[in-house]
């Protein structure tokens, strides 16, 4: 029997946030933004008013709703986050307490922008192996409240933004499924793109000095990352092809991480597939880490670009560093 995602949904904040805007912060333009990333806007909680656990039960409203099944009905709750309300605990019992669910499992994985394709495959085991039946995953992620609006941070802070995005997963009864997964990491690259503080050696974890000297926010060697992935992208989603027997040209939607318009073309391009198979939405919300796929697959189906039967794959790349990739039959 195989993995049926029969709910799916997303949330963003309502506070819109434009290049325009970031040029009031710091030295930094629209054509600039724009040129370099394809982002024209993102969005941004209200300071204060939402935080990850929030913005995640709001997309896994919509998914259940999708799914017709209620919290109640859950038996786990997955929450892909590197951005958790507080450090302890995860999001995964706050949002299992706000849903309303039963004393069910629920806990988090982080894994930054691989988080989603992570998760998806430890998803599709744990219901293949029969212990648990209907999952609520999630994507979720509040950046905003953790970049530095500075010159010092605007290779960053012009990136990411806020979003949640929320799987239901079931027993397929039908041909749905999950039918691989291939994921990869190398650690060598962490400094690449890494938040160095808080750190675990530190007593006190952070000091005044990690403060002044920007060690609180993440940091990132934007062209080692750009060229790995569009390295790695397109070799994961080739091996996977290839350990299925398939080609692409069997695959009606690529669902990218959005981590950069030119990184999404160039992903399409080693691969050899024209843009409209390779979806891309990352001039509205910016990088939104874990939530990136899971906001991108609702916005894709809502616009047709795939049905029932098709075949998809997800792919991501992200810090650690981590890539993968899911071939699903929808
Ligand atoms: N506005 C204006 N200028 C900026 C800027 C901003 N927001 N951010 C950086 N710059 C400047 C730099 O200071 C640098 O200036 P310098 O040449 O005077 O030192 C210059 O732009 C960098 O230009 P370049 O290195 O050619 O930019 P790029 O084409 O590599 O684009 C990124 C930079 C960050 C957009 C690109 O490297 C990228 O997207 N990398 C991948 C990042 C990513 O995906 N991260 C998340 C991974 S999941």
Same mark, same amino acid.
């Given at each position: 029997?195989?993995?049926?995602?029969?709910?799916?949904?997303?949330?963003?904040?309502?506070?819109?946030?434009?290049?325009?805007?970031?040029?009031?912060?710091?030295?930094?333009?629209?054509?600039?933004?724009?040129?370099?990333?394809?982002?024209?806007?993102?969005?941004?909680?209200?300071?204060?008013?939402?935080?990850?656990?929030?913005?995640?039960?709001?997309?896994?409203? $919509?998914?259940? #709703?999708?799914?017709? /099944?209620? *919290? =109640?009905? &859950?038996?786990?709750?997955?929450?892909? !986050?590197?951005?958790?309300?507080?450090?302890?605990?995860?999001?995964?019992?706050?949002?299992?307490?706000?849903?309303?669910?039963?004393?069910?499992?629920?806990?988090?994985?982080?894994?930054?922008?691989?988080?989603?394709?992570?998760?998806?495959?430890?998803?599709?085991?744990?219901?293949?192996?029969? $212990?648990?039946? #209907?999952?609520?995953? /999630?994507? *979720? =992620?509040? &950046?905003?409240?953790?970049?530095?609006? !500075?010159?010092?941070?605007?290779?960053?802070?012009?990136?990411?933004?806020?979003?949640?995005?929320?799987?239901?997963?079931?027993?397929?009864?039908?041909?749905?499924?999950?039918?691989?997964?291939?994921?990869?990491?190398?650690?060598?690259?962490?400094?690449?793109?890494?938040?160095?503080?808080?750190?675990?050696?530190? #007593?006190?974890?952070?000091?005044?000095?990690?403060?002044?000297?920007?060690?609180?926010?993440?940091?990132?060697?934007?062209?080692?990352?750009?060229?790995?992935?569009?390295?790695?992208?397109?070799?994961?989603?080739?091996?996977?092809?290839?350990?299925?027997?398939?080609?692409?040209?069997?695959?009606?939607?690529?669902?990218?991480?959005?981590?950069?318009?030119?990184?999404?073309?160039?992903?399409?391009?080693?691969? #050899?597939?024209?843009?409209?198979?390779?979806?891309?939405?990352?001039?509205?919300?910016?990088?939104?880490?874990?939530?990136?796929?899971?906001?991108?697959?609702?916005?894709?189906?809502?616009?047709?670009?795939?049905?029932?039967?098709?075949?998809?794959?997800?792919?991501?790349?992200?810090?650690?560093?981590?890539?993968?990739?899911?071939?699903?039959?929808?």
């Amino acid at each position: 029997m195989g993995t049926k995602i029969s709910g799916f949904g997303f949330y963003v904040p309502e506070n819109v946030v434009t290049n325009f805007d970031l040029e009031k912060m710091f030295n930094t333009s629209n054509e600039w933004i724009v040129e370099r990333t394809g982002i024209h806007e993102r969005r941004f909680i209200a300071s204060n008013e939402q935080n990850t656990s929030d913005i995640s039960v709001l997309a896994a409203k $919509k998914a259940l #709703k999708m799914a017709n /099944i209620e *919290a =109640e009905d &859950l038996d786990l709750i997955v929450a892909a !986050t590197m951005t958790a309300d507080h450090l302890i605990p995860g999001i995964g019992t706050i949002i299992q307490n706000k849903l309303g669910c039963k004393s069910i499992p629920a806990f988090d994985i982080r894994q930054q922008c691989s988080g989603f394709v992570y998760g998806l495959e430890m998803v599709d085991l744990y219901i293949k192996s029969g $212990k648990y039946k #209907k999952v609520l995953f /999630i994507g *979720a =992620e509040v &950046l905003s409240t953790g970049l530095d609006f !500075t010159d010092r941070g605007r290779d960053t802070a012009a990136l990411f933004g806020d979003g949640a995005g929320a799987f239901i997963l079931e027993n397929s009864q039908d041909e749905s499924d999950i039918i691989d997964s291939i994921l990869y990491s190398d650690g060598k690259y962490l400094k690449d793109l890494w938040k160095e503080s808080p750190n675990s050696a530190q #007593k006190g974890r952070v000091t005044i000095e990690d403060i002044q000297n920007g060690k609180i926010f993440p940091k990132m060697n934007g062209k080692t990352v750009f060229k790995h992935a569009i390295t790695k992208m397109p070799a994961v989603v080739t091996e996977l092809l290839e350990r299925n027997n398939l080609t692409k040209d069997d695959i009606t939607q690529i669902i990218s991480h959005q981590a950069n318009y030119r990184i999404t073309q160039m992903v399409a391009k080693r691969l #050899k597939l024209p843009m409209e198979k390779v979806f891309s939405n990352i001039h509205k919300y910016g990088n939104t880490t874990a939530a990136t796929i899971p906001i991108a697959f609702t916005e894709a189906f809502a616009e047709g670009k795939f049905k029932r039967g098709d075949l998809i794959i997800t792919v991501a790349f992200g810090s650690g560093f981590t890539w993968g990739a899911n071939l699903i039959k929808f």
